[in-house]
């Protein structure tokens, strides 16, 4: 009797293993199967990362590019955008300073770093004395008149020269800003005392 009251109870702990807990077999099973998934659920994190970086990067390039108006101190010099210094309206004719945006007529007098490239098609030599500072002569000049504030009026005073540059230069020089005409309209708006050019 007590053989077969143990039986039972080796039975009954049998049974309650098959109905009341997961095998060890299939345990196992479900534990690989949620690593997998955590698995892939960082490969997946890693691959919407990278394509958000790819994206975003070159998009977040582009609006910096874009921003006007950037104008920033080193040292004693202030480097502007060029293409930003263009970028307002202004009345070929009968525009006034006071059209001029003041952060860059607060620019007048002081001494600047500017990035373009050299506009003077009627030089006679490799070394020019006076030339039109722009941000892009295909998108300047090369696509109708250009305005008169996409123009920076450059001029290297004391009887020297420098060197043409036909890539992107640098300039460094004393800024002049004001509406300049005269009987025909605006002769300029920027005019740059130049001190340096060199190719940047």
Request: with cysteine; glycine share 8%.
């Amino acid at each position: 009797m007590a053989r077969a009251s143990g039986r039972s109870k080796r039975k009954a702990r049998a049974g309650a293993n098959r109905t009341g807990s997961m095998p060890r077999r299939d345990r196992s099973w479900w534990q690989e199967t949620l690593r997998d998934v955590r698995r892939a659920s960082w490969t997946l994190k890693l691959i919407v990362g990278g394509i958000a970086i790819m994206v975003l990067l070159p998009l977040f390039s582009a609006i910096d590019a874009a921003a006007p108006h950037r104008i920033r101190q080193r040292g004693g010099v202030w480097v502007c955008d060029l293409r930003a210094m263009g970028d307002f309206d202004l009345d070929q004719v009968h525009g006034r300073t006071e059209d001029i945006p003041r952060q860059f007529r607060d620019l007048d007098s002081r001494r600047v770093e500017l990035v373009g490239q050299m506009w003077a098609p009627y030089r006679a030599s490799g070394r020019v004395r006076d030339f039109d500072l722009v941000y892009s002569i295909a998108n300047c000049c090369f696509s109708g008149a250009p305005k008169v504030q996409h123009l920076v009026k450059a001029t290297v005073l004391g009887g020297r020269s420098v060197d043409y540059c036909p890539g992107r230069v640098d300039v460094k020089g004393t800024l002049h800003v004001g509406v300049r005409a005269d009987a025909d309209g605006i002769e300029s708006v920027y005019r740059l005392d130049v001190d340096s050019a060199t190719p940047d």
